[in-house]
């Protein structure tokens, strides 16, 4: 674990609150953008023993009660499900569009 990723896992232990990413990005020295790679990071690798770190849109913040931890994935796994979905229309739109090109290619 890197010094940045143990300034943010001190940072969200330290707060009882949710925090902003701005906020939290800020007090961690580290871009928004490196911030959510950094995020990403202790969900995926469970960093935090005893703790699951949630989001909502208050912020940031650890949580170790079941209720709040199943809110935080509902709200996660349907946003998931949102981005599939548009991926999916994007991808028919891509392939609709390619088979006209074809089309069009083939008619000179």
């Not at 935090?48 to 009660?65: A, R």
Request: aromatic share 10%; net charge neutral.
């Amino acid at each position: 674990m890197n010094q940045q990723t143990t300034n943010v896992i001190s940072l969200l232990c330290a707060f009882r609150t949710p925090i902003k990413m701005a906020e939290l990005a800020i007090k961690a020295n580290v871009s928004q953008r490196l911030l959510r790679l950094i995020i990403a990071d202790i969900r995926e690798n469970n960093m935090i023993d005893g703790y699951v770190l949630c989001s909502s849109d208050e912020g940031y913040f650890l949580s170790n009660d079941a209720d709040t931890i199943n809110q935080f994935l509902n709200r996660y796994l349907s946003y998931a499900f949102s981005m599939i979905k548009t991926s999916k229309a994007a991808k028919a739109f891509i392939s609709e569009q390619q088979t006209k090109d074809i089309q069009l290619n083939l008619q000179f």
